[in-house]
Each structure stands twice: as C-alpha cells, then as structure tokens.
C-alpha cells in the first residue's frame, strides 16, 4: 500500500465455530488484516483459503471477490448504514440487489436477523431515529442476513458511548454461542478474554502472538504482551468512571459477556 509494508507475513487458520479476536496496540495493523481479508484492501502477495478454495490475494479479479464475499461479511466501526433506509431496508439491500432475492423473501430473513439482535420492533426506524448501540446491531443484523461463513467485525463498539457497548457485546457473544465463526478486533480485553478461542496478538504488522485464549492471559511469557496488558489494567485501574460503567452494564445485561471481568478500554490515540 502505497510503497509502505505494513503487514509482514501474516498466518492464520480458522476453523468454523471458532471465534479469532484480534488484539494489539493502535496502528499495529488489525484493521489492515481485515480490510485484506476481505479485499478492500489489496494484498501485495498471500493467499486466502475459504471452504477448500484457493484465492491468490494480489491476482483476485472482481467475480472471484464476489464469491468469495458471499462466504463473509464485515462490521465496521462506524455502522455504514445507509441513512435515507430503515432498518429493515438496510438488512435487506444487500440480500434484493446482489443476491437477486424477492423482496418478500428478503424481508422474511431480515425480520429474523433483526429479531436476532433485538431490534424487530425497529424494523420502520430510521438510523437517525437508533442509538448508536442499536445502529450497530442492525449492522450485525445485516451481516447475520447475508447468511455467511464468518463474520469480520473491526471494533464494533468503538464507536460508541460506555452505556451502549454492552448491548452490542451481548449480541456478538449471542452470535457466538450459536456457533458462528468471527474475527473480532477489539480493545475490549474482557470480552475477548470471554467469547474468544483464540488470541492473535498483533504488533508493528506482526503477529507476535496466536495462541489460546487462557494461554494467551495466563501464560503471556511475551514480553510485549505483558506490556500491553499491563498498559491497560493500569488504565482500567486508573479509571474510575469506567470502572462504574462496567458494574451499571454488568447489572443490566445479567446474560451479557461483558458481565464480571470485562475490562473496557479507551485507546490512547485518536482515530485515523
Ligand atoms: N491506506 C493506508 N495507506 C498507508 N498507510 C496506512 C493506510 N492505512 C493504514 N496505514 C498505516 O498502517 C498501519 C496499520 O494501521 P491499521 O489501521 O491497520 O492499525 P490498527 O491496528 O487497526 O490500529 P487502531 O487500533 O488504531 O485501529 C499504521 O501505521 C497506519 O498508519
Ligand atoms: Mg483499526
């Protein structure tokens, strides 16, 4: 990308029903492996391998892309709903133009992923009209639509104010009790450390570290791995306002994966 390296060899397996979340200070090329992974960012080499096919990243042409991205499908940080469509609309747009369904259909299995998120009541709803938290679940309602292989999500809740991440959480964690197959990138240590399988620890395009989840914070042997947790609990620790903000959404969302341990975490520097 533009004359710079920014990913350095990155290897990695997935296995369906396996949850990846992907941790590493900002800048470390979480999002960049994402974007790769789902060609909206090209790939000066590698190869991705889904479902037994091989795609050459550098060479992919546009309809192998599209076959491809019919296994995937990606949540962004910022939602990316398109404003002049409800709810329903936006989970069903992808599903009448690029799939070719009949609308009723559509409409059919956008109402159930809506009703999966908690939102089928929203269905009329404008995004102006949604929280934050709730334009973020019709994101992952979108995505659950699309009926995919493995969900990307690059920190979906980043975005959003302290009181709405634990919905939006509670619905990931839904997702991947229900055995969907996720890469997460997060800054939400607590919850990575409760939905996911495994870690892969990312650091200057590298991965430093991919191992189990209970390995990863109990073993954490790496040194720049200990730093990194060490940096947030001392943040954490640091933060009184936060710390009373995870008790409020730990009280009310008594099922959620953000319950007890979660750490939630701000990042230090602003977004790119
Ligand atoms: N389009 C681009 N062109 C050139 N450099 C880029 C581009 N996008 C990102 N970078 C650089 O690549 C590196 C990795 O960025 P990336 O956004 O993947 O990091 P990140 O781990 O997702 O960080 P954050 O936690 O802040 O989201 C950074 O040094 C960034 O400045
Ligand atoms: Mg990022």
Do not use: W
């Not at 546009?62 to 990316?80: D, L, P, S």
């Not at 939905?195 to 430093?208: E, K, P, Q, S």
């Amino acid at each position: 990308m533009g004359g710079t390296e920014i990913l350095h060899g990155v290897d990695l397996t997935l296995d369906k029903g396996e949850v990846l979340a992907v941790l590493g200070p900002s800048g470390s090329g979480k999002t960049t492996l994402l974007r790769c992974l789902n060609f909206l960012e090209k790939a000066d080499s590698g190869q991705v391998i889904m479902l037994g096919r091989t795609i050459n990243m550098p060479s992919a042409g546009r309809r192998e892309i599209a076959e491809y991205r019919r296994h995937t499908a990606f949540v962004f940080q910022n939602f990316n709903l398109f404003a002049n469509k409800t709810a329903l609309e936006n989970v069903t747009e992808g599903l009448i133009v690029a799939r070719g369904l009949a609308k009723p259909e559509a409409e059919q299995i956008g109402m159930k992923a809506l009703g999966k998120v908690g939102l089928a009541d929203k269905a009329d709803s404008y995004p102006s009209r949604l929280s934050g938290g709730q334009q973020q679940r019709v994101a992952i309602a979108r995505a659950i639509a699309a009926g995919p292989d493995v969900i990307m999500l690059d920190e979906p809740t980043s975005a959003l104010d302290p009181e709405l991440i634990g919905e939006v959480l509670h619905v990931i964690k839904q997702l991947a009790d229900d055995g969907m197959t996720m890469i997460i990138v997060t800054h939400e240590i607590g919850f990575a450390r409760s939905v996911a399988d495994r870690i892969l620890f990312m650091d200057g395009g590298n991965v430093v570290v991919q191992t189990g989840t209970k390995d990863f914070f109990e073993k954490n042997d790496n040194k720049r791995v200990r730093e990194f947790l060490g940096s947030l609990s001392e943040r954490i620790g640091l933060n009184e306002h936060d710390t009373q903000n995870q008790k409020n959404d730990s009280a009310s969302h008594s099922n959620s994966a953000s319950h007890g341990k979660r750490g939630r975490v701000r990042k230090k520097g602003g977004r790119k």
